[in-house]
């Protein structure tokens, strides 16, 4: 029998900033290729790197820190071009080099082009705002459905055609931008025209330096692996803004779930091996959208929230704003782990479980309309009818930012987790007690 490869799925499985970044740095260096597959620049993932420094990534896949691995952008990311040459700017300052036999861009990824973000700031700024983070994801993705967008394989076959298109598109925009503000009843700043060649400019120079990473990625992970290559495949967002299964219409524009995985960078399912999914011990969401075990208590937000200028505080890596909190969902986690077909889950900020007080709630299940359920419902407006059903475990009182073995934890904790994998049937594997690299107990 031949020997092929295999693929490890990486996917939050909550509403996003769970932690993917430290496990995907972490599982990059077992692995030969790390591809993102879906979303944009409004992905955020923080890593830490071997000196302590802070890494922010919002498209650069997270195996950038590892200098044996291949790092994909594929086709079903959606690419800003200024931001992508700006993030490979950062990233050499800090010492990472970043050529040809180091990052490939699928030739067939959407560029995200300068009128997407005016179309998603005009959005933002009227009573249809979503709470986006302007970055344009939703008006390229709209594009590509809509089959008006143009690909990364422009860059080297017709860049004046780009150019083009770039101007006309803010020239249109500029037209819609002065219709709102002109409209008398809405609230806010004015929106500034744009330059439309300025912008064009600007573009096409960032979209020049991309064109050599620009290749058919799906023909070489699919090679790769039948040569038995290993490759990490690297979600952005999270499971409750999937586009299909998530929290409609409070989601984002691309299949977060691990069906964007076979469509986001065309390889075939046979190859999935491990699904990893992440938890966070304390969930949080940016932005809109129904959470049923949200903390309203000011005195345990300030403690959750953590110290406003560390890396770990409970803001949004890409919009700066303070996370809504809750307790742990079981249910939501279960209707997650069910869809993805999770294998294991690595659960982060154990840590910080500690800032709940003398008990830790936790969600293992909702009352809908009279009913008890142990899965969450299926859309936005069936959660917010819905109530969360708490138990209370007893919660320890040492720090665990030390601990590297399970057995060594504080029972109170061995119970927690012990407590999380029976109601979800998934084994834990990893355990963040903190955020840098070494800062993780491993279960076999």
């Given at each position: 029998?031949?020997?092929?490869?295999?693929?490890?799925?990486?996917?939050?499985?909550?509403?996003g900033d769970e932690g993917k970044g430290r496990f995907s740095d972490m599982l990059a260096a077992e692995h030969d290729i790390v591809a993102r597959f879906n979303?944009?620049?409004?992905?955020?993932?923080?890593?830490?790197?071997?000196?302590?420094?802070?890494?922010?990534?919002?498209?650069?896949?997270?195996?950038?820190?590892?200098?044996?691995?291949?790092?994909?952008?594929?086709?079903?990311?959606?690419?800003?071009?200024?931001?992508?040459?700006?993030?490979?700017?950062?990233?050499?300052?800090?010492?990472?080099?970043?050529?040809?036999?180091?990052?490939?861009?699928?030739?067939?990824?959407?560029?995200?082009?300068?009128?997407?973000?005016?179309?998603?700031?005009?959005?933002?700024?009227?009573?249809?705002?979503?709470?986006?983070?302007?970055?344009?994801?939703?008006?390229?993705?709209?594009?590509?459905?809509?089959?008006?967008?143009?690909?990364?394989?422009?860059?080297?076959?017709?860049?004046?055609?780009?150019?083009?298109?770039?101007?006309?598109?803010?020239?249109?925009?500029?037209?819609?931008?002065?219709?709102?503000?002109?409209?008398?009843?809405?609230?806010?700043?004015?929106?500034?025209?744009?330059?439309?060649?300025?912008?064009?400019?600007?573009?096409?120079?960032?979209?020049?330096?991309?064109?050599?990473?620009?290749?058919?990625?799906?023909?070489?992970?699919?090679?790769?692996?039948?040569?038995?290559?290993?490759?990490?495949?690297?979600?952005?967002?999270?499971?409750?803004?999937?586009?299909?299964?998530?929290?409609?219409?409070?989601?984002?524009?691309?299949?977060?779930?691990?069906?964007?995985?076979?469509?986001?960078?065309?390889?075939?399912?046979?190859?999935?091996?491990?699904?990893?999914?992440?938890?966070?011990?304390?969930?949080?969401?940016?932005?809109?959208?129904?959470?049923?075990?949200?903390?309203?208590?000011?005195?345990?937000?300030?403690?959750?929230?953590?110290?406003?200028?560390?890396?770990?505080?409970?803001?949004?890596?890409?919009?700066?704003?303070?996370?809504?909190?809750?307790?742990?969902?079981l249910a939501a986690l279960r209707r997650a782990q069910m869809v993805n077909g999770s294998t294991e889950l690595a659960l982060t900020k154990l840590d910080w479980?500690?800032?709940?007080?003398?008990?830790?709630?936790?969600?293992?299940?909702?009352?809908?309309?009279?009913?008890?359920?142990?899965?969450?419902?299926?859309?936005?407006?069936?959660?917010?009818?819905?109530?969360?059903?708490?138990?209370?475990?007893?919660?320890?009182?040492?720090?665990?930012?030390?601990?590297?073995?399970?057995?060594?934890?504080?029972?109170?904790?061995?119970g927690y987790i012990n407590f999380l994998e029976e109601q979800t049937e998934v084994p834990i594997t990893m355990i963040g007690v903190g955020q840098r690299r070494?800062?993780?107990?491993?279960?076999?």
């Amino acid at each position: 029998m031949v020997e092929t490869g295999s693929v490890t799925a990486i996917l939050g499985e909550q509403r996003g900033d769970e932690g993917k970044g430290r496990f995907s740095d972490m599982l990059a260096a077992e692995h030969d290729i790390v591809a993102r597959f879906n979303g944009g620049s409004n992905a955020g993932h923080t890593i830490v790197l071997e000196d302590g420094r802070e890494h922010k990534l919002h498209l650069l896949p997270s195996g950038i820190t590892n200098p044996h691995t291949m790092n994909v952008i594929g086709n079903g990311v959606v690419v800003d071009a200024v931001h992508l040459v700006g993030e490979i700017e950062t990233a050499a300052k800090k010492g990472i080099e970043l050529d040809e036999g180091r990052l490939m861009i699928s030739s067939a990824a959407h560029l995200l082009l300068p009128e997407h973000k005016s179309r998603d700031e005009i959005r933002e700024a009227g009573k249809d705002a979503q709470g986006s983070t302007k970055s344009g994801i939703s008006p390229a993705y709209s594009d590509k459905a809509f089959r008006s967008g143009v690909r990364v394989e422009i860059i080297n076959n017709d860049i004046d055609g780009l150019h083009r298109k770039i101007v006309e598109g803010v020239e249109k925009t500029n037209e819609d931008r002065e219709r709102v503000n002109k409209d008398k009843e809405r609230q806010g700043k004015e929106l500034v025209l744009l330059d439309p060649l300025q912008e064009a400019d600007t573009y096409v120079a960032a979209a020049l330096q991309l064109g050599r990473f620009s290749t058919d990625t799906t023909l070489y992970l699919n090679r790769r692996l039948k040569a038995g290559d290993r490759v990490l495949a690297e979600g952005a967002q999270a499971f409750l803004l999937d586009l299909d299964h998530g929290m409609y219409d409070a989601v984002t524009s691309s299949s977060t779930t691990v069906g964007g995985i076979l469509t986001g960078l065309g390889i075939p399912a046979k190859y999935l091996e491990r699904i990893v999914g992440v938890a966070k011990a304390v969930p949080s969401h940016v932005g809109g959208g129904p959470f049923a075990t949200e903390i309203h208590d000011d005195e345990l937000l300030e403690r959750l929230h953590g110290d406003p200028d560390a890396s770990d505080a409970e803001r949004g890596t890409k919009t700066g704003r303070w996370r809504r909190l809750g307790f742990f969902d079981l249910a939501a986690l279960r209707r997650a782990q069910m869809v993805n077909g999770s294998t294991e889950l690595a659960l982060t900020k154990l840590d910080w479980v500690l800032r709940y007080g003398d008990t830790i709630p936790i969600c293992t299940g909702y009352e809908r309309k009279g009913k008890q359920l142990e899965v969450s419902p299926d859309a936005a407006y069936k959660l917010r009818q819905s109530s969360p059903i708490l138990t209370e475990l007893p919660n320890w009182t040492e720090d665990v930012s030390g601990v590297r073995k399970f057995r060594d934890l504080p029972k109170e904790a061995q119970g927690y987790i012990n407590f999380l994998e029976e109601q979800t049937e998934v084994p834990i594997t990893m355990i963040g007690v903190g955020q840098r690299r070494d800062q993780v107990i491993v279960r076999k």
